[in-house]
């Protein structure tokens, strides 16, 4: 195994960088964060069509039953935009 020798000072300057770096990384961390879009009216009321439609199409396992999940969505857009 090989053996390191370093002075007091570079080790303590060592251990002066490696201590600011995890401070910039939470700051550019924090900056990155975005906001998620905001769900829209329809959104909100096709998502409520499409739970209860939904039981209609599926077999008592909870397997959608054959085109059951188009029907479902096709139903769901239809009771939404009443």
């Given at each position: 195994?090989?053996?390191?020798?370093?002075?007091?000072?570079?080790?303590?300057?060592?251990?002066?960088?490696?201590?600011?770096?995890?401070?910039?990384?939470?700051?550019?961390?924090e900056a990155s964060v975005k906001?998620?879009?905001?769900?829209?009216?329809?959104?909100?009321?096709?998502?409520?069509?499409?739970?209860?439609?939904?039981?209609?199409?599926?077999?008592k396992n909870g397997k959608w039953?054959?085109?059951?999940?188009?029907?479902?969505?096709?139903?769901?857009?239809?009771?939404?935009?009443?």
């Amino acid at each position: 195994m090989a053996t390191v020798t370093m002075t007091m000072e570079e080790y303590l300057q060592l251990l002066n960088g490696l201590s600011s770096e995890p401070a910039q990384m939470m700051e550019n961390s924090e900056a990155s964060v975005k906001t998620k879009p905001k769900t829209s009216a329809y959104q909100r009321r096709y998502k409520a069509n499409f739970r209860k439609v939904s039981s209609k199409y599926k077999l008592k396992n909870g397997k959608w039953k054959k085109n059951g999940f188009r029907s479902a969505v096709k139903l769901a857009h239809k009771m939404s935009k009443k």
